[in-house]
């Protein structure tokens, strides 16, 4: 049981490349979701997934994309990279019903766009 | 909307000593409150949560308690360790609902030293 899986973990971009993080769960989890962590900041919500099949922005979601593969899998676009998105990237899932109120994160991916 | 203050950083503490971070609300209705641990490099794992008004979550010697009053979920434990040393999380999200978009605070980074 690996939990919440991120790939990669270290990324250099020079600005105006894409990429795509990867994020995959093993807990039959509905609910997934990308945030970014930077210094002072906290975490901030880029895009959730309720369930498969949907997507909704977050708190940040310019310059992003999102796509919901499957139930178990939930990527994270750039597609046109910025110094701005120096950040580092965590997925995480968490249960449907309620009755647990975790959230699992993954190790997360530190991007540097220069 | 919803949001969550906690004390800024870094504490530092030795070994043995009392910790408490502050942490206060602003939410409507009756969210439930959680404190997230991010050990370095790691990502965040849940440390304790508690659900409803004077509910106390407790965990690894760690306590908070729910003040609806002062809208506060302070974090203490008696005796820290080094192995405590992590950036601590608090956090908001809705009450009894199967979705859960949690509300992050800053982050308050804890040294213990020997």
């Not at chain 1, 449907?96 to 699992?104: D, L």
């Not at chain 2, 050990?39 to 509910?55: N, S, V």
Request: net charge neutral; proline share 4%.
């Amino acid at each position: 049981n690996a939990g919440v899986t991120q790939t990669p973990k270290f990324q250099v971009l020079k600005t105006g490349q894409s990429m795509t993080l990867q994020c995959a769960q093993d807990m039959n989890h509905n609910s997934m979701y990308w945030y970014r962590q930077d210094p002072g900041m906290g975490l901030r919500l880029i895009y959730y997934s309720a369930s498969e099949g949907t997507t909704d922005k977050g708190e940040v979601p310019n310059g992003y994309n999102v796509s919901r593969l499957n139930k178990r899998e939930f990527s994270l676009r750039l597609e046109s990279a910025a110094p701005s998105q120096t950040s580092v990237y965590f997925c995480a899932s968490s249960e449907e019903n309620g009755q647990s109120y975790e959230q699992y994160f993954g190790p997360g991916t530190r991007l540097t766009v220069t | 909307g919803d949001s969550v203050t906690q004390m800024e950083g870094p504490v530092t503490l030795s070994e043995e000593a009392f910790l408490t971070i502050n942490c206060t609300y602003t939410a409507t209705g009756y969210p439930s409150l959680f404190w997230y641990v991010q050990y370095p490099g790691e990502g965040l794992q849940l440390l304790l949560k508690a659900t409803k008004a004077d509910d106390k979550g407790s965990n690894k010697g760690f306590e908070a308690t729910y003040r609806k009053e002062t809208t506060s979920f302070h974090l203490e434990k008696g005796s820290v360790q080094v192995s405590d040393s992590a950036v601590y999380f608090c956090a908001l999200g809705p009450m009894n609902t199967g979705f859960q978009k949690l509300v992050f605070g800053t982050g308050t980074r804890l040294l213990v030293s020997p």
